[in-house]
């Protein structure tokens, strides 16, 4: 036959034969075997999505497995034509081929997203973490849909391998991949009559880590970072106090006036990453036992009157002093890590980022016990005087009570140490003036970051322009994940939306109720479960974490959940569809079969009864 000829000419090719031979695939075996550790070690200290970026799903990666494929391929066909003797060691091979065909397969056409549902209400559209970015022509009323690769490097121009767009005429121009949404300014062209002055600042103190913030003369004089007034005074005005203070940067919320606390019960005040207030729990209640909100559960490990850093450990001083703060011990679901977190009732914005990373802030409001120490501190400014004629340097001025205490001439990159709260032997809080901006004008930016182990994946960047445009710079945008935005391109508009790509089932889920059990004594669910009806239709069906619902070749898994303050609660289900699980099956059966067989082959009662019969 031509092809059994073919085949006795391509095993006496050279590359044939290292194709099947064993110095491919020990080598290949074992630089897989450290590939796969790899990814295990980047998969508990950082996160799952950041390990299939970087090792499962690579396309080296991939190309790995297709090599690891062909050559248990070309390993068994070296043996054609097959003998008795190697009918185990066949069907091992066909085993792995399905086997390994089979997760290809997964990986390629698999899906598996998120469908979140609020209760009373219905869904089909599942969240996948693929990126898209979809374009809608306001002119010719089309929608299209353009898959963008995530990755951990910076891309620009032809480095995007990305030409799609350039039907619709734009362009990408850039991919970051890890960022965070800044809004700074900058100032306006020279002869521009804006005299407005813009100035950044940041702290540092044994107490906490480095924080900042911008103040304008205009849009935003003055500002609240926990219980002082950081304050913007130009060209020897009065500098009095605006009425409305206007924060310009997203505010997961400051300490309130001590004259605002009402009761004598000290409180935990729960949010989610956008300031929305989620929950507030009495500190006396979750000293006897633990709450959930939004799936996490939190507990009280300690509280301090007068938390200090002494030895690079936080300790209480004791007494009513003046930085309170409490010890949180946070976990999301039954086997999520443990996180530890800090909340200071003065320094809302300070945080160890354990609650960030699970999509929960804390404010720490406490009793009226402190009240007096607290009124203490609230009384305390900080002035930056500066001149939109000489803009180069302010003087920083420290007020307790109405009365300047400390006073010193700055300039941009100087860091001034003042005497504002020093603690344990410690000297107070430096603050440095890190930029002073003339003709001060709002923009809106992002920042590349870098990736904090245990928390969450960043949100990643692109910038659009116009493939037309003469000044790419002021022409295009920046659309972080989840962003609708407009982008106007000659005559022609566009609606932008980039962010993960959305895929809608075959068929809705209803979600006629949501059910949650916990450990006696603990807010910490036993167990969670949700009664659906598909289409809206037919019995009710019971989706737990133990019991998913397989409906035309999909798989839900009941996933998370998210308790409603005062309305609905909402189920997030886990949506899978594997097409190649049948290959996948029927290569693990084929593989025992042949390990089996082989094993049976290779006994001394097999050799013995063997002899025998050819005796």
């Not at 796969?36 to 390990?51: F, H, P």
């Not at 409001?365 to 803009?391: H, K, M, W, Y």
Request: with cysteine; glycine share 10%; charged share 20%.
């Amino acid at each position: 036959m031509p092809e059994m000829k073919f085949l006795e000419l391509a095993k006496k090719n050279r590359v044939f034969q290292f194709m099947a031979s064993v110095k491919m695939a020990v080598p290949l075996m074992l630089g897989l075997a450290v590939i796969v550790a790899i990814g295990t070690v980047v998969e508990s200290r950082y996160n799952a999505q950041l390990a299939g970026i970087l090792v499962y799903r690579s396309s080296w990666f991939e190309a790995l497995m297709v090599l690891l494929w062909i050559n248990i391929l070309f390993a068994t066909l070296a043996r054609f034509p097959f003998k008795k003797k190697h009918t185990g060691f066949v069907i091992t091979h066909i085993g792995l081929l399905a086997l390994l065909a089979g997760g290809m397969i997964t990986g390629r056409y698999g899906i598996d997203g998120q469908l979140r549902i609020v209760e009373g209400q219905s869904g089909n559209r599942v969240v996948l973490p693929e990126l898209t970015l979809e374009v809608g022509d306001l002119k010719q009323h089309t929608v299209a849909s353009y898959p963008i690769k995530r990755g951990l490097d910076m891309r620009t121009g032809s480095g995007l391998h990305f030409s799609g767009l350039k039907k619709a005429g734009l362009v990408i121009e850039k991919f970051l991949p890890f960022v965070f949404r800044e809004q700074s300014y900058t100032s306006a062209p020279a002869g521009s009559d804006i005299p407005d002055v813009a100035l950044n600042f940041s702290l540092k103190g044994s107490m906490f880590g480095p924080a900042g913030d911008w103040l304008h003369s205009k849009d935003r004089p003055e500002g609240q970072m926990g219980p002082t007034l950081f304050r913007l005074v130009v060209d020897g005005s009065d500098g009095a106090p605006n009425s409305k203070i206007v924060n310009k940067r997203v505010d997961h919320g400051v300490a309130p006036k001590v004259a605002q606390r009402g009761g004598s019960g000290a409180l935990l005040i729960v949010k989610d990453t956008s300031g929305a207030e989620l929950a507030k729990i009495s500190l006396s209640d979750l000293k006897k036992k633990s709450r959930s909100v939004k799936g996490v559960t939190i507990s009280l490990v300690k509280t301090y009157q007068q938390a200090v850093v002494a030895e690079n450990k936080l300790v209480d001083q004791g007494g009513k002093g003046v930085n309170p703060a409490i010890e949180l011990r946070l976990q999301q679901g039954r086997d999520g890590k443990p996180v530890r977190e800090i909340s200071f009732a003065n320094y809302p914005d300070f945080s160890l980022n354990g609650g960030a990373s699970l999509g929960v802030l804390f404010q720490y409001v406490p009793g009226n016990e402190l009240s007096e120490a607290q009124a203490a501190v609230s009384e305390t400014q900080i002035e930056f005087r500066a001149s939109s004629q000489d803009p180069g340097r302010v003087t920083l001025a420290l007020l307790k009570d109405g009365k300047r205490i400390f006073s010193k001439a700055a300039k941009t990159g100087e860091t001034i140490e003042t005497p504002w709260m020093p603690q344990g032997g410690h000297s107070g809080i430096k603050i440095s003036v890190d930029s002073i901006i003339p003709r001060a004008i709002l923009t809106n930016s992002v920042q590349p970051i870098e990736i904090a182990p245990g928390a969450s994946l960043p949100e990643s960047a692109i910038f659009v322009r116009p493939e037309s445009s003469d000044s790419p710079e002021n022409a295009g945008i920046w659309l972080v994940e989840g962003d609708f935005k407009t982008l106007q391109a000659g005559q022609n508009t566009y609606d932008l939306h980039y962010g993960s790509r959305r895929l809608d089932l075959p068929f809705s889920l209803s979600l006629e109720k949501f059910e949650k059990i916990d450990y006696p004594g603990s807010e910490m669910p036993m167990s969670f479960q949700s009664t659906v009806r598909v289409n809206g239709e037919g019995e009710p069906i019971l989706i737990s974490m133990n019991e998913p619902l397989k409906f035309l070749g999909y798989t839900l898994y009941q996933s998370s959940y998210e308790l409603g303050q005062g309305g609905p609660s909402a189920s997030i289900f886990s949506v899978n569809k594997d097409p190649g699980r049948p290959v996948k099956y029927a290569g693990s059966l084929i593989l025992c079969v042949g390990i089996m067989i082989f094993s049976i082959m290779k006994s001394e009662w097999y050799k013995k009864k063997h002899l025998k019969g050819t005796a």
